[in-house]
């Protein structure tokens, strides 16, 4: 079989054909492995008269659904080029997504039909020469196809496999949190080292039923989801996450493993009484895209509920630390060791591996390594060596045995006199705060110290002072790191990874620090 991810699900479909492979916990719309597979081939089939070949790019705006499975798959099947579009974002970002990935075709679903009748009317501002609209009512606005007709209009049978190996599979963007996005180019063999990888890693089982609740153009759903269909796992789908359906789903639908946000954990854990949901099938819930707080690990260890912190990235397409169940406790606080298949290092500055302890880079390397950033070979030299080492951005350090801890990202450091300061560290303390739910630090410039920390709350009621923030900081940090000030807000912006908007932040507390 040639290594083409799209034939991971014919392959799976051959072998259990009758397994229950998608379930849409909005819709109750169930599909086994040979359903998904036949609306897979006809899609691909009707792409191929469409005249999408090898190397095209097609574009996806779609909410998690199984039209955006079967979409995945059958353009991988033909040689297509995914691109996975955040629907969250605003026409002039997703403007310059389309023309920079030079897609020709998208697949748009009804919910953003507004979006992409502006897109539309702006002409050659993209390249996108088909648009087809996924509607529950059979209809699609007057500049596009109406989905299904145009998927059922193919045949059953399986299409001429159009890539394999090297070949691109799909051109993710980055969240642009510090700039304008980057499109992050993974082939069909490193994302099926990424799958490799992770089941030499990870305790997922055969007939594992498994929770999806981050969106699809996200690595840590789109990777889990492929990696279900390669192992046999049926995926449980959630259209939108929403934390008390979450905690209904764990039974109704015998959930044994997830991977979820820290922030999706918070809101779960904020649900009265969680002891009405039977989550006794529940295995783990593996939780990544930004540092774990260790009360909340404590949180669900109370419930008998294990949480594995993960540490991955779009550029490894996944994988690159994992605890495992022996350790979560143990080493609580820890992302644990590399994954099966991937190397590590902390280093510093200089490229030098730090000694245990010491903070540092952290820098990846495996097969599962991104090829490249599209149309960006400076910042793809930038981030790769020449030695194959993924510059992740990301400080950690790591221990005696191996475990890497995730500090913070090197971009939101605050140096303030002199000394380096993660808010990672800040904001773990204030999350022991009782009346604390969310926190985010940022630097703010002062006269005094270059740069002080600064704390954005969301707190439980409107008697917390900024006070209290404060004096709960003094005595559990170095004077250098104590907040100078705190502010409270209702919501913390977010991008769709569950990655908080530190720039969007800095704009609005500006400073100047009150040392």
Known sequence: MKNNVGLLLTKRALINPEREAYVDSSSGLRLTFEELNIRCNRLANSLIQLGVKRGDRVSLALMNSAEFLEAYFAIAKIGGVVVPLNWRLVPDELEFILKDSGSETLIFG??????????????????????????????????????????????????????????????MYTSGTTGLPKGVVHSHNTSIWALITFIASTDLRDGDRYLVALPLFHVGSLVP?????????????????????????IPEEKITCSLLVPAMLNFMSQVPDITQYDYSKLRWIQSGAAPLPENLIQTYADWNIEVHQIYGLTEVCGPACVINAENALKKIGSTGRVFFHTEGRVVDEDGRDCPPGEQGEIWIKGKHIMLEYWNRPDATAE????????????????????????????????????ENVYPAEIENVILTHPEVIEVAVIGQPSDKWGESPFAIVVRKNETTTEESILNHCDGKLARFKLPKGADFIDVIPRNANGKVLKRELRKKYPGPAKD
């Open 225 to 249: 989801v492929t990696l279900n269909i390669y192992w046999g796992v049926t995926s449980v789908v959630m259209r939108e996450f929403n934390p008390v359906r979450a905690w209904e789903l």
């Open 383 to 418: 981030a790769i060596t020449s030695d194959g080492w993924l510059r992740t951005g990301d400080v950690a350090t790591i221990d005696e045995d191996g475990f890497v801890y995730i500090q913070d990202r090197i971009k939101d450091m605050i140096i303030s006199g002199g």
């Open 110 to 171: 009804e919910e953003f039909v507004d979006v992409f009748q502006d897109l539309y009317d702006r002409g050659d501002k993209t390249d996108v020469k088909t648009w087809i609209q996924v509607s529950a009512k059979n209809t699609a606005a007057e500049f596009a196809k109406n989905y299904e007709n145009f998927r059922d209009s193919g045949n059953d049978i399986e299409p001429a496999t159009g890539a394999e190996e090297d070949d691109l599979l799909y051109i």
